[in-house]
């Protein structure tokens, strides 16, 4: 197993993303989110991790919808995946959702075992 897969990616599928149209589109702007309660469960030891996800994205034709941003995010709470593939995951799902312009998904991890992890991942439309 990479640091890159998950041990079970059946418990993070969640297959409901919604998307809306962009209502100003004609104007390039940026959308930020955070979620403080991040949860997963470390691959190693199957303890809880903790984090805040940031994700900042600048809409092309389509936005995320709210309610399924919160319902896929919590769906790593039983998902056992390092913080980096996380963060990846996280970021492909998102651009495979809405196709940004750009966009960025940061992990912001609690301490564990005195160290401190961010992770940053990005992404920038070929068309840019």
Avoid: Q
Avoid at 2 to 12: I, N
Avoid at 92 to 109: H, I, N, Q, R, S
């Amino acid at each position: 197993m990479s640091e890159f897969e998950f041990t079970d990616r059946a418990a993070t599928e969640f297959r409901g993303l919604e998307t809306f149209e962009n209502p100003e589109n004609k104007r390039r702007y940026d959308i930020e989110f955070t979620c403080p309660e991040w949860t997963a469960l470390c691959p190693m030891s199957g303890f809880p991790d903790f984090g805040t996800i940031r994700i900042r994205y600048e809409p092309r034709e389509k936005c995320i919808e709210l309610k399924s941003l919160k319902l896929y995010l919590n769906s790593y709470r039983t998902a056992r995946i390092f913080h980096e593939g996380a963060v990846n995951r996280i970021l492909t799902d998102l651009v495979d959702a809405c196709a940004p312009w750009k966009m960025e998904v940061l992990g912001d991890f609690n301490v564990r075992g005195n160290i401190k992890t961010v992770v940053r991942a990005t992404y920038e439309s070929p068309e840019l």
